[in-house]
């Protein structure tokens, strides 16, 4: 039997297209457009080795380059904390960040709470738009 080796899209909580969908998805929703139109907040997703820098301005997410601000939001967790928030309907705990970061050892906001918690309503809004189209593995739907 031949050894399984992980690709980069099974080691990543975004499948090859998510990412694209998931950002339409948060431009196109017209409650974030309202709550989001005077936000002007960067932040990270990390997973493993990978990271990815969103910055949500004037209403709209983009995938951007990491500035050197210091009020950047970071969230980080493992695979499985991040497959666990994904999935369709999220176990108690695994729900909401906030929730993740106080009872989860494999997740946290690793930096910027105060921005996070200030941008509570966008974010929120932002990662539950991450969610319906995420590619969940070993889970059946």
Known sequence: MAAHTRTQSEDSIFGPEHETKWVNAV?????????????DVEFEIRSGEETRTFKITGGRLDRTDRSDSDRVIVLEGTQSAWSDFLAPVP????HHILAMDRHR?????ADGR??????LRVMDLALQLLRPSAPVKGRES
Request: charged share 20%; hydrophobic share 35%.
């Open 114 to 119: 105060h921005w996070f918690i200030q941008n």
């Open 91 to 94: 176990l108690p705990k695994n």
């Open 27 to 39: 431009n196109e929703d017209p409650e974030f457009q309202l709550a989001s139109r005077w936000t």
């Open 105 to 109: 050892s494999d997740f946290s906001i």
